[in-house]
C-alpha cells in the first residue's frame, strides 16, 4: 500500500481529521470544534530566534498522512505559542490503528524533522498514553526520553457518598471563615475577567511541569474563556472580600453529558486552607445539578495536593500521559542512521 503525506485541505478534511483525532483524544471533539480552533489562531505565523539563539515566536505546521484512495490515515501538528518555552515544539503525531507499521509514522516525524530544524528549533515535546506501550516506543527508539507522567481520573456522579464527602461541614468553614464562593456569570465583565487572569497568572506556574510562559490576556482569554464547553456560571470563584483567591473551572461535552476540570488553582497565601477541596465540591455540586454523567480530570502526578483530594472525593484512577522531550539534533541524527 502506498501512502504519502499532503497538507490538510479546509474545510473538506475537518470530518475525517475529528474521525481519527477521537481515537486518540480521551474527549470527543467534532469537525465544528476543529474549524472553531482554527478560527482562533494566526494565519501567518512568525518565528525567530531569541537573545539567547533559541527558537521564539510561533508558528505551526500540520500534515496528513493518505492512502491512495485520498483517506486520512494520519495526521502530524506540530507547532508553538508565543508563550511556549523558547527552543521548543510541541507535537501530536496520530496514526490509524490499522494503519500503523506502515511507513505513515515515520512520514509524519520526519516532515515534523524537517520543518523543526529549519526553523531552528532545539526539542522537540509529545505525549502518549502510558497503556500504548508500541506508541512510547516509537518515541523512545527515535530519541524521546519520558519527562513526566500525569494521570487521568473520573467521578462518576451517580456514585457520590454525600454522608462519605461531609461537603456542607467543608463549605460552611470556609464561608464562616470569611470567603465567599460565587461564579463568573455573578461577576460579569472585563473587571471580573482581569481579577482572574491575574489569579491564573500566579498559580498557573506552580503547577509541576507546567513550563513557557503565561500567556497574555487576550490569549489567555480566547483558550481559556472562549473553550468549547465553556459558561461563566461553570466559573466558580472563591474570594475574601473582592479579592479573587481560588478558581476552577469545569467544562461540559454536550457529546458524552460529561464535565470536565479544566483548572483548579489557589492564590499561594491562601494555601493550606483547603479552599481547592471546597471549590472541587462546588464543581461536583454544580455538575450534580445539571444531571452530568462525570466529571474527568488530569493531574501531574507531582501534584500531591490535588491528587489527595481528588481521591478523598472518590475520583477513580484512569489511564496517564507520559510527557516525552527529545533534542532535536539527536532525533535528526537517529533520522538519518535508519
Not at 505565523?45 to 491512495?68: F, I, K, P, S
Amino acid at each position: 500500500m502506498s501512502i504519502e503525506l499532503r497538507p490538510l485541505r479546509l474545510p473538506d478534511d475537518y470530518e475525517a481529521l475529528a474521525a481519527l483525532v477521537n481515537t486518540y483524544w480521551s474527549e470527543p471533539c467534532t469537525a465544528q470544534r476543529l474549524e472553531e480552533d482554527d478560527a482562533k489562531l494566526y494565519k501567518v505565523g512568525h518565528t525567530y530566534l531569541d537573545e539567547n539563539g533559541l527558537l521564539a515566536g510561533y508558528d505551526r505546521t500540520r500534515r496528513v498522512a493518505v492512502t491512495e484512495q485520498d483517506v486520512i490515515v494520519g495526521y502530524a501538528w506540530s507547532w508553538r505559542a508565543p508563550w511556549t518555552e523558547p527552543g521548543h515544539l510541541n507535537n501530536t503525531l496520530i496514526v490509524a490503528g490499522d494503519y500503523r507499521r506502515q511507513g505513515a509514522g515515520q512520514l509524519l516525524f520526519e516532515h515534523v524533522i524537517d520543518w523543526g530544524t529549519a526553523l531552528g528549533a532545539t526539542t522537540l515535546v509529545t505525549e502518549v498514553w502510558d497503556d500504548h506501550p508500541d506508541a512510547l516506543q516509537f518515541a523512545e527508539r527515535r530519541g524521546f526520553a519520558v519527562e513526566r507522567h500525569a494521570f487521568q481520573s473520573v467521578l462518576k456522579l451517580d456514585r457520590v457518598d454525600p454522608e462519605r464527602l461531609r461537603e456542607a461541614e467543608t463549605l460552611k468553614r470556609l464561608e464562616s471563615g470569611g470567603l465567599r464562593f460565587l461564579t463568573l456569570a455573578d461577576e460579569p465583565g472585563e473587571e471580573s475577567e482581569r481579577k482572574l487572569y491575574e489569579l491564573y497568572k500566579e498559580t498557573l506556574v506552580d503547577i509541576p511541569g507546567y513550563t513557557g510562559e503565561v500567556p497574555d490576556f487576550q490569549e489567555w482569554r480566547k483558550w481559556y474563556l472562549m473553550a468549547e464547553g465553556y459558561a461563566p456560571e461553570r466559573v466558580i470563584i472563591a474570594a475574601d472580600g473582592d479579592n479573587y483567591v481560588g478558581v476552577t473551572n469545569v467544562l461540559h461535552n454536550r457529546q458524552t453529558n460529561g464535565m470536565y476540570h479544566e483548572y483548579t488553582g489557589v492564590k499561594r497565601a491562601y494555601r493550606g486552607r483547603k479552599i481547592a477541596l471546597g471549590l472541587k465540591i462546588k464543581a461536583m455540586l454544580l455538575a450534580k445539578e445539571r444531571n452530568a454523567a462525570y466529571i474527568r480530570t488530569d493531574n501531574d502526578s507531582m501534584n500531591a495536593p490535588i491528587l489527595r483530594i481528588n481521591r478523598s472525593l472518590g475520583y477513580e484512577p484512569l489511564r496517564g500521559t507520559y510527557r516525552l522531550t527529545a533534542k532535536l539534533g539527536n532525533v535528526a541524527r537517529i533520522a538519518a542512521r535508519n
